[in-house]
């Protein structure tokens, strides 16, 4: 039986992150890899070994998703719970992916991704780190690295195959989804390191078409919202060195919550007879 997690990225001969990173502890991964390939010639085969799947597919990253899940593996939207797709530029360790898939189920995220570390190249800050959150509700997650859950992905799928830039996606999932505010998840907890400078990619030099036109054009036809990078509410991490008073303030309310579970426990009456055992105790070892 296959594990109920997966990655599902795109792959060319540049390509190596895969195998430095995300299988760099690879006898602790809680997920299976699968890469499509989109270079006409794969030069060196030997290099995709460690890997669970591999297809050579030579299409745009979301194109050859949609065709996996619709025509060569179309069992697999019931075989996983979670699906993460991965850019082939995204630096992000086995143990960090593990920890993804953990919370988002965990959460009961329908997408969710990594924080970006303060040296990613970025397109919205929203999506950099914030030390001041464990974890924040967001309005969209960017296409770069979304992870979904099944129920979330059966539902946008469609949508992959609605321009050939990927633009304006992810701004049409939330759409698709009814537009939650407390199921699209940045885990701040977690991060990954975007290694590539936004709109330089191989893509935009194949694609032949306008970005910007093909964005606008698929929130047009799907009624969406263009930007919609906004924040409903966050987890804060309490700890010593973060947000140290509230940290106090929870730990004196244990203190005072144990002092009072132990009162309780153990009642008046309980104390009096344990008092009038031991004076009566004393009283027999005199005598």
């Known amino acids: 039986m296959p594990s109920k997690n997966i990655i599902i990225a795109p792959c060319g001969n ?23 390939f989109y270079h006409e010639q794969i030069n060196n085969p030997s290099l995709y070994t460690d890997v669970d799947h591999f297809f050579h597919l030579k299409g745009f990253k979301y194109h050859m998703i949609h065709r996996l899940l619709t025509e060569v593996h179309p069992e697999w939207l019931q075989q996983y719970d979670h699906f993460y797709f991965l850019d082939d530029d995204i630096e992000i360790d086995t143990r960090q992916i593990n920890q993804l898939f953990a919370l988002s189920k965990g959460f009961g995220a329908h997408i969710s991704c990594a924080a970006l570390t303060k040296d990613s ?37 469609e949508s992959f195959v609605a321009n050939r830039s990927s633009w304006g996606m992810d701004s049409v999932w939330p759409k698709i989804l009814g537009y939650p505010e407390d199921k ?75 002092k009072k ?19 009566l105790g004393r009283k027999v070892q005199k005598n």
């Open 184 to 258: 699209l998840v940045v885990f701040d907890t977690i991060t990954m390191r975007h290694i590539h400078p936004v709109g330089k990619g191989e893509l935009y030099q194949k694609i032949g078409v306008n970005p910007h036109d093909e964005w606008a054009d698929i929130v047009a036809r799907y009624g969406a919202r263009r930007h919609n990078y906004t924040e409903y509410g966050r987890l804060l991490p309490v700890n010593k060195s973060s947000n140290r008073r509230t940290f106090l303030f929870y730990q004196w309310k244990e203190f005072l919550a144990k």
């Open 121 to 157: 190249y970025c397109s919205w800050p929203i999506f950099r780190q914030d030390p001041n959150a464990w974890c924040r509700w967001v309005g969209q997650i960017e296409v770069m690295a979304p992870l979904f859950s099944r129920e979330a992905l059966s539902k946008c799928l």
């Open 14 to 36: 540049k390509a190596s992150i895969f195998k430095e990173f995300w299988l760099k502890y690879g006898d602790e991964r809680e997920f299976e890899v699968c890469l499509l």
């Open 261 to 279: 579970q132990t009162i309780n426990d153990y009642d008046v009456m309980s104390r009096v007879r344990s008092q009038r055992d031991k004076l």
